[in-house]
Every structure is written in C-alpha cells, then in structure tokens.
C-alpha cells in the first residue's frame, strides 16, 4: 500500500502569509496527487489535481507542484477563509490520503 | 447543480449492519464512477470503496473488504453502501463523491456526509 505522508500536521499563519505544505509518498506515484480543502463541519473539497492543475473556480493564489514521490502545496498570501485542514490524496494505486494539515491563525 | 445527498446513517449496535444512500443529481451518474469515503470524529479521511460507472470494477479498503458491498442503481441515480458486521472503528461520517471525469482517483463533489455510530 502506498504511503501519505503530509508535513507539517499543522501550523500557524498570520493573513497574508506565504503557506507551505509538502507530500512525500511512500513510492512514486507520477503525478497522481490531489489537495482538498476542508472546513469544520463540511464536506472535503478539490482545489488541484493531478498535482498542479486548478480545479475551476479556486482562486489562484493556490498552487501546486513536484511529481514522482515529492509535492508541495502553497498558498501565496493566506486569506482569512483559508484557514482550514488541508489533505493530500494519491490515486496512482488505489486511493490514500495524507494525515492532514491543519492551518490556524497566528 | 451537481448534488449528492447521502441517507442512512444511524446509531447500531457493533456487528449490525446498515445500508446507506446517496443520491445524486445534476449529471449523468451513469457516466460517472463513485466512491465512499470516511472521516472518523476528529481524524482524517479514509478512503472506503470505489464503484465504476457500470458496476464493471468494485474496489475496497482492506479494513472493509469481505463485510462492506457498494453497489448502484444507475436507473435511479444511487449510490449504496451495505455495511455488515459493524466494529467500533467504522464510526465515522461517510461521504459519498464522484469522480471527475476520466479519472476515477480524481472526487471532485462530496456529499455532505452522514455519521455512522457502532456502539455496544
């Protein structure tokens, strides 16, 4: 089985931070890696797929990047409805999530 | 406006089973692969089970296998999950999501969940 592994678990930011979180995977797994947004009491939701593709309508400040076992997620300029938890997903073998990233505010 | 409604959850004792739902709309849900997934209280998400838009190819978590059975009815645009032999640690929400198109790994809507307790 293939491994997530998302650092850090959380962390804390003020508004208008630069944010960071990476992904490693167990073995490599192409581009085959999602982030999803979820907020208390909601349902997940995609912001980018296969590794650095913006799902339609997330704003831009959200990016991401890397491929075989290494990713990296960053939002540009933290804004006060991003903080949230953030997950990784792989879909290369099966379907594994990352543990989480909690993002507070500072 | 794609919709996924799921139904079903409930308190069960541990070893019971329970059916849930998921009801979809605005898309095509026979085109479309679908796939459960679930978050215990304060953990992260798990993935469960993926179904293929024609039922051809079922997928499921080993902590599942052999006591979970997805299934759909495409004429009626539903998802299902049969949950038997429930423990303790299949408390959870359990959200249904759709798979983007051409690429099942992909959810791009989430239902909004309905919680599942197994307690003794």
């Known amino acids: 089985d293939i491994q997530m592994t998302q650092s850090p678990s959380s962390l804390s930011a003020s508004v208008g931070d630069r944010v960071t979180i990476t992904c490693q995977a167990s073995?490599?797994?192409?581009?085959?890696l999602n982030w999803y947004q979820q907020k208390p009491g909601k349902a997940p939701e995609l912001l980018i797929y296969?590794?650095?593709i913006l799902e339609i309508g997330v704003p831009s400040r959200f990016s991401g990047g890397g491929s075989g076992t290494d990713f990296t997620f960053t939002i540009s300029s933290l804004q006060p409805d991003d903080f949230a938890t953030y997950y990784c997903?792989?879909?290369?073998?099966?379907?594994?999530f990352g543990q989480g990233t909690k993002v507070e505010i500072k | 406006e794609v919709q996924l409604l799921e139904s079903g959850g409930g308190l069960v004792q541990r070893g019971g089973s329970l059916r849930l739902s998921c009801a979809a709309s605005?898309?095509?849900?026979?085109?479309?692969?679908m796939t459960w997934v679930r978050q215990a209280p304060g953990k992260g998400l798990e993935w469960v089970s993926t179904?293929?838009?024609?039922?051809?190819?079922?997928w499921y978590a080993d902590s599942v296998k052999g006591r979970f059975t997805i299934s759909r009815d495409n004429s009626g645009n539903t998802l299902f999950l049969q949950m038997n032999s429930l423990r303790a640690e299949d408390t959870a929400i359990y959200y249904c999501a759709k798979s983007m198109a051409a690429a099942e790994g992909t959810f791009d809507y989430w239902g909004q969940g309905t919680l599942v307790t197994a307690s003794s």
């Open positions: 179904i293929t838009s024609s039922a051809g190819n079922i």
């Open positions: 296969d590794a650095s």
């Open positions: 605005g898309f095509t849900f026979s085109n479309y692969a």
């Open positions: 997903q792989q879909y290369n073998s099966f379907w594994t």
């Open positions: 073995q490599d797994i192409n581009n085959y």
